[in-house]
């Protein structure tokens, strides 16, 4: 049980993350945005490595860093996607692929 709460904990960390990650978006502050997204992009790669271990994290590290920076694409939702793999796709047949290309 402890497992499930820590899981719905990351769930619920990581939607927050993703609505500041909106918030600091070029579409929610046009011009302004951008320059936040310059400081954002660090923090949110940081806290995925903190949240996510591994080479998964590690990848979607990166992955977030680049999204943020990149103008109209910050809107992705990388912390619900990341949790979306590590929880429910990642033992799938999807998942196996996928960790297999990263290893």
Known sequence: MNQQLSKYKLLVLGL????VGVVTSSWVLPGIGD?????????SAWLMTKMY?????KVAGVITF????IPFVDIVPSFTLMWLYTFVFKDSKVGEKLENRLQ
Do not use: R, S
Request: hydrophobic content about 60%; overall charge negative; charged content about 25%.
């Open 66 to 69: 680049v999204e943020e920076l």
């Open 35 to 43: 320059f936040a997204d310059i400081a954002w992009a660090p923090i």
């Open 53 to 57: 271990k591994g080479t998964a994290g």
């Open 16 to 19: 927050l993350i993703d609505a």
